[in-house]
């Protein structure tokens, strides 16, 4: 809800609030003025009944001064009338229904009183003192209260002087105890006689002590005394008898006031209360109108906004029924099919589509429409038929109103003649594309042949430059020493030293050509188990000799015999020998001493071989080319530069590997891994 409905609202209970409270005030204010008004009338009427109840008594004490009988005992005390005086007020007494008559003499002492059978106490005790004595015997009416006896109570007591002949002899008086006032004043509601100084004299209806009141005053200025007697209140109302100097007052049941206050307090709330959910409803009826007719609005200006929609859709949209019908045809549609919307009312949306497999799909989706359980098509590519007969690519989906399922189904038609276009043009692009691109392909293979070609042409011609040159060598000194030979024939002992000559180069021939020949080896089909150590031995016994000579230091732990490796132990020697040669060749220029370290280790599932020199080492820039053919630092005719590459080559074929790096004395070392053989 928002802000000012809220204070509104919360103003108008404050009002119906303030309403109830001035209301209840002015029905209590209205209340307790009539009810004062109703105690007014009972003092009244209760006032005037006890002035007619004490009227009665009023003339009795008069009565009796006319009495001779009374006159006479009071002149002659001795003439024995006493008794006869005494029956007479007796008498009187109980005619008059006084509570007591007394004859007093002068000096006070009653002489004769109607209760002289059970109130002798009344007979012994002077009046003198009496007020009401006094007031008689100084010739007036006396009137008195008195409070007397045990318990207490309230007595009016009622005098006349007696005269004689203008001799004032006596006087006559009469007791009237308040409570004979009960029998002759019919009141059943609180009522209460009390003297000036508050004394309580007589009630009737009420408890002993009143609580004290409280006083209001009314809108007219008027006071209002109110009390509670017995958890209600009441409201009392007094007036002041000057004569009898008495305060008589009348207590008034004012619970009405409090009833009457609530009911119209209740009222006024409850017809605020109503009054306001009246209001209330009033406006939610106007507010809802409001948003009824600006929902209606909104929705009249939603369908035009719809339908403008549907008008300038850049897609044909189609409205078809659960048969397939349509019903409603959109501009972009019509334009499609080159149709009119008119001619396409109520006819079936089939037509449209040309008879072709997409379409079969299409078809029997229209034909399920009306089962319950309908899956929406979506994108859909098929061949519409225009109006003409012309035929086009189109994309269709069919789809039910979501929220409206009994408008039907909604099916939108896209030309996508434009985009098989491209389509096409797209894959002819990527056909000429890919044609190219294996044209290129072929030409780069033809290219990478050629080069392999080239590459290998150059490398042989490198190889055979280096044989030719090799072998020249040795070819020439051949022709030399043939030639020197065919004149030395008469010396047989020059042509013995001539003969060894050539057999030398012819050795170093064969050997050119047998290492050149190792390349030519096809890789081992089966390995074979090649004791390690034995090998060893075999190729450390051809260097022997070498050794010696050199004067070296040979550092070689062999290994059991059980350390072997797989492969070829032919090869393995071979690449064990170039090693030990290419290390004593290295070590040959140095000075002495010549170590050789030759050491064997298993590691996992490999046998490592290191062989190790201290001799100059290798240059880091040589390391790279160190395992191409033909590469050496030898002198020509000392090196030919194949024994690396063999021993590369070999290493390779048996699954190994071989590294070179620096040994610990600054030679070379070289270390070669073979599969263990298990
Ligand atoms: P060649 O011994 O015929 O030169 P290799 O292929 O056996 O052919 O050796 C190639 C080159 O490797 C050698 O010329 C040499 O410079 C270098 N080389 C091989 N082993 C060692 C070695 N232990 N210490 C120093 N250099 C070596």
Request: glycine share 8%.
């Amino acid at each position: 809800m928002s802000f000012r409905p809220l204070v509104l609202m919360t103003l108008y209970l404050v009002c119906v609030l303030v309403l109830t409270l001035v209301a209840g005030m002015f029905s209590r204010n209205w209340a307790l003025d009539s009810l004062h008004d109703e105690a007014s009338d009972r003092l009244l009427s209760n006032v005037t009944q006890l002035r007619t109840a004490l009227d009665q008594y009023r003339y009795l004490p008069f009565v009796l001064t006319q009495s001779r009988e009374v006159r006479t005992l009071l002149r002659l005390p001795d003439a024995d009338v006493g008794g006869p005086v005494d029956r007479y007020l007796e008498q009187i007494n109980l005619v008059a229904g006084s509570s007591a008559l007394l004859v007093l003499d002068l000096s006070g002492w009653p002489q004769a009183s109607s209760n002289w059978r059970d109130q002798q106490e009344l007979l012994a005790s002077s009046q003198s003192e009496k007020q009401y004595f006094q007031q008689a015997i100084s010739g007036h009416e006396g009137r008195e209260f008195v409070q007397e006896g045990r318990p207490a109570r309230a007595a009016l007591y009622l005098s006349a002087p007696i005269y004689d002949q203008q001799d004032l002899i006596g006087v006559a008086a009469m007791r009237l105890e308040l409570d004979k006032l009960h029998e002759q004043l019919p009141i059943d509601y609180p009522f209460l006689i009390a003297d000036m100084n508050g004394k309580q004299l007589f009630s009737m209806n009420m408890p002993a002590t009143l609580p004290s009141s409280s006083t209001e005053v009314l809108g007219d200025g008027t006071q209002v005394h109110l009390l509670s007697l017995d958890d209600n209140p009441y409201l009392m109302h007094s007036v002041v008898l000057d004569d009898l100097q008495w305060r008589v007052s009348v207590l008034v049941d004012a619970r009405s006031v409090g009833q009457q206050q609530r009911i119209v307090a209740g009222s006024i709330a409850g017809a605020g209360f109503a009054l306001g959910l009246l209001i209330l409803y009033l406006r939610e009826k106007r507010q809802k109108r409001a948003l009824q007719r600006e929902q209606a609005r909104e929705r009249v200006l939603n369908q035009e906004r719809q339908q403008d929609m549907i008008s300038t859709a850049q897609v044909g949209l189609i409205n078809i029924d659960a048969q397939g019908i349509i019903h409603f045809i959109n501009p972009m549609a019509t334009q499609l099919f080159g149709v009119t919307a008119e001619s396409m009312r109520d006819r079936e949306f089939s037509t449209l589509i040309v008879d072709d497999a997409a379409g079969d799909l299409l078809r029997e989706t229209l034909s399920r429409l009306h089962r319950t359980q309908h899956e929406p098509l979506t994108n859909v590519e098929t061949i519409g038929q225009r109006g003409d007969g012309s035929l086009f690519p189109m994309m269709v989906s069919v789809r039910g109103m979501a929220h409206h399922p009994e408008l039907g189904y909604l099916v939108t038609v896209i030309d996508i003649s434009r985009r098989k276009r491209l389509e096409q043009a797209l894959r002819e692009a990527n056909e000429s594309l890919e044609h190219k691109v294996a044209e290129r392909t072929r030409a780069l293979e033809e290219t990478q042949a050629e080069l392999v070609q080239a590459g290998k042409l150059a490398a042989l011609g490198r190889m055979s430059a280096q044989v030719v040159h090799e072998l020249n060598q040795p070819l020439t000194a051949i022709r030399t020493y043939l030639a020197i030979g065919r004149r030395q024939l008469e010396n047989p002992q020059m042509q013995a030293d001539n003969y060894r000559q050539l057999e030398s180069l012819i050795d170093r021939m064969a050997l050119i050509t047998g290492q050149l020949k190792t390349f030519a080896y096809k890789k081992p089909e089966a390995l074979a188990p090649v004791p390690v150590g034995q090998s060893i031995d075999q190729v450390l016994g051809l260097f022997r000799g070498r050794f010696a000579e050199m004067n070296l230091q040979l550092c070689y732990d062999p290994p059991g015999p059980d350390v072997q490796l797989s492969g070829d132990q032919a090869r393995f020697e071979q690449v064990l020998i170039n090693l030990v040669k290419n290390a004593c060749d290295a070590m040959q220029g140095q000075e002495p001493p010549h170590r050789l370290t030759l050491l064997v280790s298993e590691v996992g599932e490999d046998i490592s071989l290191r062989v190790e020199d201290n001799g100059p080492g290798i240059d880091a820039e040589h390391r790279e080319q160190l395992f191409e053919p033909f590469f050496t630092t030898k002198e020509v005719g000392t090196g030919l530069g194949l024994g690396l590459a063999i021993v590369h080559s070999i290493v390779r074929d048996l699954g190994g590997d071989i590294h070179v790096g620096q040994g610990a004395e600054g030679g070379a070392c070289f270390e070669v891994t073979f599969k263990r053989f298990n």
